[in-house]
């Protein structure tokens, strides 16, 4: 009731119009307003603002600049998103498509397909074909860019010059430490860029991880990145798994497949939630505030378990 009251109080009637002619111009409005209800999630607080921070969502000065953004998003994660007339302010939002049923329910969580081919990332070309030939252990494509197991040994070694010429341009190790340097050596030898993110199941590095976190999620968002630990497995689970928690699921952006914590293997997800909740305590204390509400915060571990569930 009482998200229902501000989001009374803050609308502004003289952009409903606008927002209602926008919606009637559509060619599925009658789906959207009368049979599963969608279009009326405007005159939520949260379509304007993050359920996370409560900070302003992005807002396009036009409906065609929105749409530009939308396709662009679309394009690089391979999901469809939609633009609305926002009722809090003058802009308008872009969102990722939530399908939705004669009921108006939200239809339940698709595992990200892992055959996916993104073509391009920002003004390089990803080569995802020629990449997924790579005989590099538990390798799969993730968001616009890879996971698997480290490069530094000598039987990868042929794998570098080829995924340099097919696209990787960014190299994320998140093993806690290389103290051969061997690693940021052929990083520098073969043109990528070297980002240490160090993750440990035990959650110990927690400060570490918060500290460099908007670096990971700005590498990841850039695209054409190799992300690795020592197996390409449980690490890596981990950091993706953050990665879509505390950030990316705000950008409508779809949550990682698992690999490493799957249930089918034998295992669970009980580590990722052990760093998940290491990190939510040590941000809140850091920051002075809780990096979203806990209900929210649930509702995407909840997330994280099912598709460790259903992943195979």
Same mark, same amino acid.
């Given at each position: 009731?009482?998200?229902?009251?501000?989001?009374l109080?803050?609308?502004?009637?003289?952009?409903?119009?606008?927002?209602?002619?926008?919606?009637l111009?559509?060619?599925?409005?009658? /789906?959207?307003?009368?049979?599963?209800?969608?279009?009326?999630?405007?005159?939520?607080?949260?379509?304007?603002?993050?359920?996370?921070?409560?900070?302003a969502?992005?807002?396009?000065?036009?409906?065609?600049?929105?749409?530009?953004?939308?396709?662009?998003?679309?394009?690089?994660?391979?999901?469809?998103?939609?633009?609305?007339?926002c009722?809090?302010?003058?802009?308008?939002h872009?969102?990722?498509?939530?399908?939705?049923?004669?009921?108006?329910?939200?239809?339940?969580?698709v595992?990200?397909?892992k055959?996916?081919?993104?073509?391009?990332?920002?003004? #390089?070309?990803?080569?995802?074909?020629?990449?997924?030939?790579?005989?590099i252990?538990?390798?799969?494509?993730?968001?616009?860019?890879?996971?698997?197991?480290?490069?530094?040994? /000598?039987?990868l070694? @042929?794998?570098?010059?080829?995924?340099? #010429?097919?696209?990787?341009s960014?190299?994320?190790?998140?093993? #806690?430490?290389?103290?051969s340097?061997?690693?940021?050596?052929?990083?520098?030898?073969?043109?990528?860029?070297? *980002?240490?993110?160090?993750?440990?199941?035990?959650?110990?590095?927690?400060?570490?991880?918060?500290?460099?976190?908007?670096?990971?999620?700005?590498?990841?968002?850039?695209?054409? *990145?190799?992300i690795?630990?020592?197996?390409?497995l449980? /690490?890596?689970?981990?950091a993706?798994?953050? @990665?879509?928690?505390?950030?990316?699921?705000?950008?409508?952006?779809?949550?990682?497949?698992?690999?490493?914590?799957?249930q089918?293997?034998?295992?669970?997800?009980?580590?990722?939630?052990?760093?998940?909740?290491? *990190?939510?305590?040590?941000?809140?204390e850091k920051d002075?505030?809780?990096?979203?509400p806990?209900d929210?915060?649930?509702?995407?571990?909840?997330?994280?378990?099912?598709?460790?569930r259903?992943?195979k």
């Open positions: 009731m009482g998200t229902v009251l501000t989001s109080k803050k609308i502004k009637p003289k952009y409903i119009g606008v927002w209602l002619k926008d919606q111009s559509r060619p599925d409005w009658f /789906r959207n307003m009368v049979v599963n209800r969608s279009a009326w999630g405007v005159f939520s607080i949260y379509a304007h603002a993050r359920r996370s921070d409560g900070k969502k992005t807002a396009y000065i036009t409906k065609v600049d929105a749409e530009e953004g939308a396709s662009d998003l679309a394009e690089r994660y391979h999901s469809p998103f939609v633009v609305y007339k009722l809090f302010c003058d802009g308008w872009v969102s990722k498509a939530v399908k939705k049923d004669a009921e108006g329910k939200t239809a339940s969580v595992l990200p397909d055959n996916t081919i993104v073509v391009s990332a920002g003004s #390089e070309a990803l080569n995802v074909s020629r990449i997924s030939t790579l005989k252990p538990d390798l799969h494509q993730v968001y616009v860019g890879f996971r698997g197991r480290t490069l530094s040994s /000598r039987p070694a @042929y794998a570098w010059p080829v995924i340099r #010429e097919s696209g990787i960014i190299y994320i190790d998140l093993r #806690e430490a290389d103290k340097e061997r690693l940021p050596h052929l990083c520098e030898l073969h043109g990528f860029q070297y *980002f240490h993110y160090p993750v440990d199941k035990r959650s110990k590095n927690i400060p570490q991880m918060v500290e460099n976190f908007p670096k990971l999620c700005e590498l990841i968002d850039k695209g054409c *990145f190799y690795a630990c020592a197996q390409g449980h /690490r890596t689970d981990i993706l798994c953050t @990665y879509w928690v505390f950030y990316a699921a705000d950008m409508g952006i779809a949550p990682p497949a698992i690999w490493g914590y799957r089918a293997d034998g295992h669970d997800t009980s580590k990722i939630m052990r760093v998940l909740n290491a *990190f939510y305590q040590f941000k809140s002075g505030k809780d990096p979203m806990m929210v915060f649930r509702e995407r571990k909840e997330i994280i378990k099912e598709l460790s259903k992943s």
